[in-house]
């Protein structure tokens, strides 16, 4: 008997993200977890329609895998080689869907999937002495200058270089530093500061966390509210005038001393860090704080080195501006569906952090140590740029001295 073989050749989507990797989105943020956002934030539909809520919610989150495309054309991606689909709707019924379907159901979805990355345990580079390593930290992103979202987003004032065009959005957001995973995240107008901001998050820090931050989050009000959490920190501050004032109460073996932060019991280590590559060296002087407060467990030198995983948390803002973003203003033309847009970011970056689990199985051999001056990478105005910045990225070798002497303010960096 004859056999036939009956084939049909099925049309994909074209670019980075295909073939595929929308199906990998939806083994993340499955049917079930969409249905119970939608459930819970009262966004089910109340009839049938050609676009019903689950569907647009996903036509959102590929608008952030491909956002140098208009949803019309997202929407070719999502449906490409798929059979029987309906007629493509129009740029206005796509529009008119997204308002339908509104913010809530995107930040039901990021509280579903915020947190650290569920990587095993004993994962190398996640955990620092038992503890899991956090920061935060805060960034600016552009949004649409219309009208209506410059009733909410102002721009920032003139400075040296100019103020900025667009309308713009501070977010602020919890880190973990080994997996660049969102543990929780704020954003409103730029008009608010990032202190501010940071004050609404420590309510996703627990025991067993350390956080990690610069000047500015290291003082009273802020240290209380991490230690009353029971998570830990590591914090730097400013030494001399200024900073708080730190007096010894108690030294330790190791340079540093205990001493008291906005009532906090805390450790002080002030340390001199020279850095030196093929064009030359650099010496400065920093000063810590931490709630680690034994000195054989947590040894100072140590903890001077893993402050610098703080840059994690900038990382994983290059990762949401530049790769997934690709540097563009956000889409949204009112602030509804500007809070849609970047929860939507949010869920579809955490999304992929925990797609990049399975990368953390077969990790490549440590980097070596390398530095690179800071500089601003864009300036505000390209005609009040001056000089060539050097961008050049050298190998380093790092020296850690821990100063047995306080800094005072004669000698402070």
């Given at each position: 008997m004859d056999q036939s073989v009956i084939s049909r050749a099925a049309g994909v989507a074209e670019g980075r993200f295909a073939?595929?990797?929308?199906?990998?989105?939806?083994?993340?943020?499955?049917?079930?977890?969409v249905d119970a956002a939608l459930a819970e934030t009262r966004r089910v539909q109340r009839r049938v329609r050609d676009l019903p809520a689950r569907v647009v919610v996903y036509l959102?989150?590929?608008?952030?895998?491909?956002?140098?495309?208009?949803?019309?054309?997202?929407?070719?991606?999502?449906?490409?080689?798929?059979?029987?689909?309906?007629?493509?709707?129009?740029?206005?019924?796509?529009?008119?869907?997204?308002?339908?379907?509104?913010?809530?159901?995107?930040?039901?979805?990021?509280?579903?999937?915020?947190?650290?990355?569920?990587?095993?345990?004993?994962?190398?580079?996640?955990?620092?002495?038992?503890?899991?390593?956090?920061a935060v930290d805060g960034t600016v992103m552009t949004v649409a200058d219309t009208a209506a979202n410059l009733a909410v987003y102002s721009r920032q004032k003139g400075g040296r270089n100019g103020g900025s065009g667009y309308p713009q959005l501070r977010l602020v957001a919890l880190v973990?530093?080994?997996?660049?995973?969102?543990?929780?995240?704020?954003?409103?107008?730029?008009?608010?500061?990032?202190?501010?901001?940071?004050?609404?998050?420590?309510?996703?820090?627990?025991?067993?966390?350390?956080?990690?931050?610069?000047?500015?989050?290291?003082?009273?009000?802020?240290?209380?509210?991490?230690a009353g959490t029971g998570a830990g920190f590591l914090l730097r501050v400013i030494a001399g005038r200024g900073g708080p004032g730190l007096p010894v109460m108690t030294r330790c073996g190791d340079g540093s001393w205990l001493s008291l932060?906005?009532?906090v019991p805390v450790r002080v280590i002030d340390a001199q860090v020279t850095i030196t590559t093929a064009a030359?060296?650099?010496?400065?002087?920093?000063r810590l704080v931490t709630t680690l407060l034994d000195p054989a467990a947590y040894p100072a030198g140590?903890?001077?080195?893993?402050?610098?995983?703080?840059?994690?948390?900038?990382?994983?803002?290059?990762?949401?501006?530049?790769?997934?973003?690709?540097?563009?203003?956000?889409?949204?033309?009112t602030p509804a569906g500007v809070d849609q847009e970047v929860h939507a970011m949010l869920v579809t970056y955490q999304a992929l952090r925990r797609i990049g689990e399975r990368v953390l199985a077969?990790?490549?051999?440590?980097?070596?140590?390398?530095?690179?001056?800071?500089?601003?990478?864009?300036?505000?105005?390209?005609?009040?740029?001056?000089?060539?910045?050097?961008?050049?990225?050298?190998?380093?070798?790092?020296n850690i001295e821990i100063c047995s002497a306080p800094l005072t303010a004669s000698r402070a960096p």
């Open positions: 073939p595929g990797h929308l199906g990998e989105l939806t083994q993340q943020v499955p049917f079930e977890m959102v989150l590929a608008g952030c895998l491909f956002p140098e495309l208009g949803y019309a054309r997202v929407w070719g991606r999502l449906t490409a080689g798929l059979p029987g689909v309906p007629a493509r709707p129009t740029a206005g019924a796509l529009r008119q869907a997204r308002a339908r379907l509104g913010p809530e159901p995107l930040r039901a979805l990021f509280d579903l999937l915020k947190g650290p990355s569920p990587v095993p345990s004993g994962a190398p580079g996640v955990r620092w002495r038992g503890l899991l390593p956090v973990s530093c080994g997996t660049r995973s969102v543990i929780d995240a704020v954003f409103g107008p730029v008009s608010r500061g990032e202190i501010a901001y940071a004050s609404c998050l420590p309510g996703g820090l627990r025991a067993g966390m350390l956080l990690l931050a610069d000047r500015g989050f290291g003082y009273g009000v802020m240290a209380s509210q991490v932060l906005g009532g030359g060296s650099a010496t400065a002087r920093t140590e903890l001077v080195t893993l402050y610098r995983q703080r840059w994690e948390a900038e990382t994983a803002y290059f990762e949401l501006k530049s790769t997934i973003l690709g540097g563009r203003v956000l889409r949204a033309r077969s990790l490549m051999p440590a980097r070596r140590l390398r530095t690179s001056p800071r500089v601003v990478k864009r300036a505000m105005s390209r005609y009040n740029a001056k000089g060539k910045p050097d961008r050049a990225t050298r190998k380093a070798t790092v």
